[in-house]
């Protein structure tokens, strides 16, 4: 929590705080909920669900360079770098030597990878590949 309080997003600052409650409540089923709450538990995208898992335990403050994973062996430096540019500056790119699956890829500021995160997480690269971002503690 405290490393997202007052990160900048969409140009607004985020306000984090603990909630008076112990529990949020879900609608019951067939229940109209207004769109307003969602159970992502079970979700394919919600990588930290299991502790101590390898996801788990690389949970970073937001940084200005980003964790790229599940990268197909035919997309290209160029191709990324050009989605991720629609969401900022992109001052660096590196391909894994070891894997060419996982990249680093360093925005211009922090705010910028905050913002490339949200929008490129999930990203369809190929009809059966889907990009994996999150914050890195190492730099280009």
């Keep these: 929590m405290t490393h997202l309080n007052n990160v900048k997003v969409f140009n607004k600052p985020l306000r984090i705080t603990l909630s008076k409650h112990q529990l949020v409540s879900l609608p019951k089923d067939g229940q109209p909920d207004a769109g307003l709450t969602k159970d992502f538990t079970t979700s394919p995208l919600h990588r930290f669900k299991k502790p101590g898992s390898k996801n788990f335990m690389n949970i970073y403050p937001p940084s200005a360079t980003l964790h790229l994973s599940n990268i197909p062996p035919n997309v290209t430096e160029q191709e990324i770098t050009s989605a991720f540019s629609r ?47 999150s914050f890195s503690k190492a730099t280009i």
Excluded: P
């Excluded at 500056?89 to 990878?113: C, H, N, P, W, Y």
């Design 87 to 133: 969401h900022g500056t992109v001052k660096a790119f590196k391909f894994f030597q070891k894997d060419r699956k996982m990249a680093l890829i360093q925005m211009g500021s922090i705010e910028e990878a905050v913002t490339a995160l949200v929008a490129m997480h999930n990203y369809q690269l190929s009809n059966s590949s889907h990009l994996r971002v």
